[in-house]
């Protein structure tokens, strides 16, 4: 029961930081103010404007009972009436009212009038709403009916007003007061949001400055720390590896050259795909160290990316549903990469490839399926890991060195993305690609 309520509250409660600052101040205030509202509305205001209309109504029914007596002074109690309690009246001699009932179910004011005049009888008719400051009110008589014009403040308490905005004022002044402390307190907090995010999808950014809160200022101090082990040690990797690479390219040059004196073609022929094969894996070892953290972001045409892949292969074997142009910020070069890598893997080991492209509310997705022998299923997290081979018949076949599947993963995932295997409906693999916008 309580985890259900919890998760209840979860889901109602705001997203951002900032609104959820501002509904602890907010909420609170909000249910102070309906609190007093309702006990003013029910201790003070309403009773008083009950005793009012009351009297009210009692000095009209006291009015019209002197009006109509025989041997009554009509001019002295009309003008009696008027002089002392400010309440204008004409009588209609001989006439009947037949105006609508203009009366308001929400209205306090007309609820208390109308209950106090069918207590005394009386055949009426009222309009509070006509005029601004003055209740119209008709009763019925004998010989004809009597129009009063009542002021408004004989009805209702003006202090309503007064109260309104005593209880308002303050309280917006509050809430304008945590709006602006709330946001300067979350700026930091959004300043390493934005940092952590930009540095997560492999995006340069200039040395992060912490500012706010003794604890925000703390983990702005030890993101930057990390930020800049994290891109030691890359630069460091890639520095060892370009090292490598270049020592290693030197004697196989050498050993081309070495072997253009040799006459034995079959020799020739059989060292030269050694070489070519280490200076693939070479090439290989370079991409997975290459600074990719260094590209700079670029607006580009996503289907168009994927044609100019496609391009490089035999169009005749890969089937490519685009949808509409769709303009994506990204690294490039990196993304290209990935889906070069992608198709490659799918076109050595099928004849048949699909590559749909959807634009979804807040993602994309790039769904490659092929007809090959796909991947077991406890092979498929694998797959993603440095130099990872699944078997030897597939590694001979490939002359893969097992570093494909991990750059792509590292591209997808630098873009916030996701790259997931399962079986395709073709028959083969289906890799599915996932990015963020």
């Known amino acids: 029961m309580f985890y259900g309520l919890s998760k209840i509250i979860k ?6 930081l900032f609104y959820r600052g501002l509904l602890i101040v907010a909420l609170p205030i909000i249910i102070l103010q309906i609190t007093i509202s309702i006990v ?6 309403i009773k008083t404007n009950i005793g009012m209309t009351r009297a009210l109504v009692g000095e009209v029914k006291t009015f019209i009972d002197s009006y109509n007596k025989k041997d009554a002074d009509k001019n002295f109690v009309e003008n009696t009436f ?5 309440i204008d009246v004409v009588y209609f001699e001989n006439e009947k009212f037949y105006d609508k009932m203009n009366e308001k179910w929400y209205s306090p004011i007309d609820r208390s009038l109308r209950r106090e005049l069918k207590s005394k009888n009386l055949n009426y008719w009222f309009d509070t709403s006509k005029f601004k400051n003055t209740v119209n009110l008709k009763i019925q008589s004998e010989d004809g009916y009597f129009e009063f014009f009542i002021p408004r403040e004989r009805l209702t308490s003006t202090s309503v007003r007064i109260f309104a905005l005593w209880i308002t004022l303050p309280a917006m002044l509050i809430v304008a007061i945590a709006i602006i402390f709330l946001k300067n307190q979350t700026r930091p907090i959004k300043k390493l949001a934005e940092a952590s995010r930009k540095f997560g999808r492999g995006e340069n950014i200039d040395e992060f400055i912490p500012s706010g809160a003794s604890e925000i200022r703390q983990a702005g101090f030890e993101f930057e720390k990390m930020r800049k082990r994290i891109l030691r040690h890359l630069n460091q990797r890639t520095d060892m590896l370009s090292g490598i690479s270049h020592d290693l390219r030197t004697p196989l040059t050498r050993m081309k050259l070495q072997l253009a004196l040799i006459k034995d073609k079959n020799l020739i ?3 030269s795909s050694d070489i070519d094969e ?8 370079l991409q997975f160290s290459s600074e990719s953290n260094k590209e700079q972001t670029e607006e580009f045409e996503f289907n168009e990316l994927i044609k100019s892949i496609i391009e490089k292969f035999n169009n005749s074997m890969i089937k490519f549903n685009g949808g509409k142009l769709f303009y994506f910020n990204g690294r490039k070069l990196s993304i290209k990469r990935c889906l070069n890598n992608l198709i490659e893997n799918s076109s050595k080991f099928g004849n048949k490839i699909e590559i749909n492209f959807q634009k979804l509310k807040s993602n994309i ?3 490659i399926d092929d007809n090959g022998p796909g991947i077991p299923i406890n092979e498929r997290e694998n797959v993603f890991k440095p130099f990872y081979k699944i078997d030897k018949s597939r590694s001979e076949k490939s002359s893969s060195v097992g570093l494909g599947m991990s750059i792509s993963s590292d591209i997808i995932r630098s873009h916030g993305g996701k790259i997931e295997l399962s079986d395709s409906k073709l028959g083969g693999l289906r890799v599915v690609i996932s990015l963020p916008f």
């Open 365 to 367: 997705l790039i769904i």
């Open 11 to 16: 889901q109602l409660l705001p997203k951002q």
């Open 82 to 86: 008027e002089e002392y309690l400010e």
């Open 269 to 271: 022929d059989r060292f």
């Open 278 to 285: 280490m200076e693939k894996m070479l090439n290989e070892y």
């Open 40 to 45: 003013f509305f029910d201790s003070l205001w």
